[in-house]
């Protein structure tokens, strides 16, 4: 079993849906990233979190540490938006990020 | 975020020859750098922990004579793919560590925009 696990693998919307990214780990962490990675590779941090929820524009981040579990929301969801979304933890005893294996986003116009 | 940036972006280079990779922290020091290997629609994967003025850290699996690292200042590691071949075609990515940012933030790694290899 992964120690970061995504859900979904993949996810086709339509423009302007309300879109839900799920990960959940099971090793102790100190914080926790969502990545976003567009086709031409290049990776951007959307969130890093320890706790609580973070917004950014339309992008919610929460993190519930008790139940060791992740999500990332996108509202109004748009083409642009299409990519890939990676969850990555940090361990508790070390700098090393562990990621997931990623979800497939495609927003539909 | 801190800007990260990776030089080429892109490569194509004939088997045999070596090929060297440069990822440099534009905005801040970062003593610890890491360099990451990504085949087609799989996750990202841990090669080597550079840290500065001493030897990388390979994870089990890395070749550490065939992916040479060099941290050889605060804001610039390099990776040499020596002797490549078809199979390490890949795209690499490297990343900088900040262990303070501030606000709260700690242990955060921004990443370089990444070099796609490939290898004829």
Request: net charge positive; glycine share 8%; aromatic share 10%.
């Amino acid at each position: 079993k992964n120690e970061v696990e995504q859900s979904p693998q993949n996810l086709t919307a339509q423009e302007g849906e309300f879109i839900t990214i799920n990960c959940s780990y099971s090793v102790g962490i100190s914080a926790l990233h969502w990545l976003q990675q567009h086709p031409g590779g290049g990776i951007v941090s959307l969130f890093m979190l320890s706790s609580g929820k973070k917004k950014h524009g339309r992008l919610i981040a929460t993190i519930n540490i008790q139940e060791k579990h992740s999500s990332l929301h996108i509202t109004a969801s748009h083409p642009r938006d299409s990519a890939v979304y990676i969850c990555a933890v940090i361990m508790d005893s070390s700098y090393k990020l562990i990621f997931g294996s990623g979800t497939r986003l495609l927003v539909r116009p | 975020g801190a800007v990260v940036s990776q030089h080429p972006s892109r490569v194509i280079c004939k088997s045999g020859t070596s090929v060297k990779i440069e990822c440099r922290s534009l905005d801040f020091q970062a003593t610890t750098m890491f360099w990451y290997r990504q085949f087609p629609k799989q996750s990202l994967m841990l090669m080597a922990t550079s840290n500065e003025g001493s030897k990388a850290t390979y994870e089990q699996g890395v070749e550490k004579d065939k992916f040479l690292i060099n941290h050889a200042s605060l804001t610039l590691s390099t990776l040499t793919v020596t002797s490549a071949h078809p199979e390490d075609s890949s795209f690499y990515i490297c990343s900088a560590y900040r262990p303070w940012a501030g606000q709260g933030l700690y242990n955060e790694q921004f990443f370089g925009p990444g070099t796609r290899l490939t290898v004829l």
